[in-house]
């Protein structure tokens, strides 16, 4: 069974940055589409970004394109997402997530980590 721990998250001040990290486990980590989502209190969760298998293709949330950046390290079995100009409006609960195959659908999540942006 996967399993998907994140980490990393906490409070930061607007205009800051951060590092989530994702551990994977249970299955071949290069076989699965990874994705990070996020719900802020009140909201939807909705997703943020993608990278695929090898790493080689990204996808991003216009929201957050330009400012967050998505990457995998194989051999650690871990998903990251550096965030970086940090808004109020990134405060918000992020989840990894993976599949085999779909981006915007994962079957597999991890219980989540806040991050919190103040101003």
């Known amino acids: 069974q996967v399993q998907l721990v994140e980490s990393g998250g906490g409070l930061v001040q607007a205009g800051g940055s951060l590092r989530l990290s994702c551990a994977f486990s249970?299955?071949?980590?290069?076989?699965?589409?990874m994705d990070w989502f996020r719900q802020a209190p009140g909201k939807e969760r909705e997703f943020v970004a993608a990278?695929?298998?090898?790493?080689?293709?990204?996808w991003y949330a216009e929201s957050v394109k330009g400012r967050f950046t998505i990457s995998r390290d194989n051999a650690k079995n871990t998903v990251y997402l550096q965030m970086n100009s940090l808004k109020d409006e990134d405060t918000a609960v992020y989840y990894c997530?993976?599949?085999?195959?779909?981006?915007?659908?994962?079957?597999?999540w991890g219980q989540g980590t806040q991050v919190t942006v103040s101003s």
């Open positions: 997530a993976g599949d085999l195959s779909s981006i915007k659908t994962p079957g597999y």
């Open positions: 249970g299955r071949t980590f290069s076989s699965y589409v």
């Open positions: 990278i695929s298998r090898s790493g080689g293709s990204t």
